[in-house]
């Protein structure tokens, strides 16, 4: 489970990484956070974080999980490859997910947020609906 200590590790890990693979992104501060809104996004600790590393972040639509690309691309991914295995502890679950997470390539994160892309000018054109 994703507790919001657990996403403020992740996002820990996410700047260390735009500040290393996009110095251009990180030098002028154009990168965005997209995330929806499960109670650990929410949370008071992740919000503060965001604020005190002066992230922008893209709102998301209550009850549109639709739209999330963990919901379409990311889980879908790792529900195959994980499904039917059992675990031991908390830490084997996030070392296999971690290890099948990186093993995704960048074309499926193109495609993944080209889709992302397409779902939000849907979003935006029926209003919400």
């Not at 489970?1 to 657990?6: D, I, L, P, R, Y």
């Not at 997209?34 to 992740?46: E, G, K, M, V, Y």
């Not at 590393?53 to 889980?75: E, G, K, M, N, R």
């Not at 059992?86 to 499926?108: G, K, L």
């Amino acid at each position: 489970m994703v507790n919001k200590q657990f996403y403020q590790e992740i996002l820990a890990r996410l700047r260390d990484a735009v500040r290393r693979k996009r110095p251009e992104l990180w030098e002028n501060q154009t990168s965005m956070l997209h995330h929806d809104n499960a109670p650990a996004h929410a949370s008071l600790l992740i919000c503060s974080y965001l604020a005190k590393h002066q992230t922008s972040v893209l709102p998301h639509p209550h009850y549109s999980p639709d739209i999330a690309p963990a919901y379409f691309f990311l889980f879908p991914k790792l529900k195959t490859t994980l499904k039917g295995r059992r675990f031991q502890t908390t830490e084997e679950i996030q070392e296999n997910a971690i290890r099948e997470m990186c093993a995704i390539t960048e074309s499926a994160f193109q495609e993944a947020f080209q889709q992302w892309k397409k779902c939000w000018e849907r979003c935006i054109a029926s209003r919400g609906g």
